[in-house]
Each structure stands twice: as C-alpha cells, then as structure tokens.
C-alpha cells in the first residue's frame, strides 16, 4: 500500500499549492472560505497517507511557493488596497493547518474516531484558528463590530462548507462500503 501511496503524493501537493495559491484570488468570504475547507481537506488527506511530517512540508512548501508568487500582490477589499494581507493569510494557513493536523491524528492515535469524523473536527478547528489570525490582522484595520462581523462570516461558512465535506464523505464511503459488500456477497454466492 505505501508503494501507491507515493503515487499520490506530488499531485496532493500539487493539489495544495494550487489551493494555497488561490486563496488570495478571492476577496469574498464565501469563496475565500471554500478554498480554505478545499485546502485543508488535502492536507488532511496527505497527513492520512504520509504523516504529520509529510503533510506539514507540503504545507511549507506550497506556502513559500505561493508567497514567492504573490507577495507583491494588491489585495482589495471594499475598493481600498490592505497592505499585508496575503503575508497574514500565509501565516494563518501555517498555523491553522498544523493545528488541524495535530487533531486530526491525535484522534487516528485514540481509534475512537472514522476519518470522516476526524476530518470534520479537524476542520472546524482549523477554521476557528484561521478566524482568530485573521481577526488579529484585521483589528487594527477595521472597525471591532466589521472585525467580529468577518470573523464570525469565516467560521460561519467554512463551518457550512466543512459539513457539507463530511456529508459528501459519508455518503462516497457509504457507497463504496455497499459495491464492496455486494461484490463479496456475488462472490460467495457464485460458489
């Protein structure tokens, strides 16, 4: 199995530069918010198949690829230029996905929990730390009411994005767990 799983790992990463490199393309809150839920269910997958170590490198390396990318780029909202807000987004992309990913394996080591599950708490942890950098960054830019207000929008949506996730991943192992059974079930009747 870990001979195929290697088979994966630079598309994952792929995968999360992309994403990573994205998430400042985007000034609304909805669509910033669905990057990060998309962003941190690749890194959740890759700290699944390859560890913590794998995952948190890839997460570095997708970081400073994306900033060497974007670092001069003028972030708008509401009309104004916000300086600083890509550097900000970065460090809370860092911090909040190896937040998540210490949650998420910390509940693989206790097996009480399915991946689903891990990977839905992971998600809304790592949403409430990506809220909270952002928050830190934008009090001193926006009034405390605009602050708690996109604050409270962040959390909202990545929360509704990260539910969707897991209701998506239910029903896709669901599936897969009934075709599984179906083709042992032909099997042992076909003999």
């Known amino acids: 199995m870990h001979h ?11 995968l999360l530069c992309i994403f990573t490199y994205l998430l400042n393309f985007f000034n609304k809150i909805a669509q910033c918010s669905l990057v990060f839920v998309f962003l941190t269910l690749t890194v959740n997958i890759i700290s699944e ?4 170590k794998k995952a948190m490198i890839a997460v570095v390396l997708s970081t400073i690829v994306s900033f060497g990318l974007l670092w001069n780029l003028d972030y708008y909202i509401n009309g104004y ?4 807000v890509v550097f900000a987004a970065f460090v809370s992309v ?3 996905t190896y937040c998540s990913t210490s949650v998420f394996l910390h509940l693989k080591s206790a097996s009480a929990y399915s991946f689903n599950t891990r990977n839905f708490i992971s998600l809304i942890v ?3 730390v990506d809220g909270v950098v952002m928050l830190g960054f934008f009090i001193n830019i926006f009034s405390t009411s605009r602050v708690l207000s996109i604050f409270y929008q962040e959390v909202l ?3 509704l994005y990260s539910l969707a996730a897991y209701i998506c991943i239910f029903a896709g192992l669901y ?5 599984h059974d179906n083709k042992i079930n032909e ?4 003999k």
């Open 94 to 96: 860092l911090l909040s």
């Open 4 to 14: 195929i799983n290697n088979k994966f790992y630079m598309p994952l990463v792929t």
């Open 157 to 159: 949506f990545k929360c």
């Open 175 to 179: 599936l897969v767990h009934k075709v």
């Open 126 to 128: 790592c949403a409430i």
């Open 81 to 84: 230029a916000i300086k600083g």
């Open 49 to 52: 198949l390859y560890g913590k």
């Open 187 to 190: 099997g042992e009747n076909n």
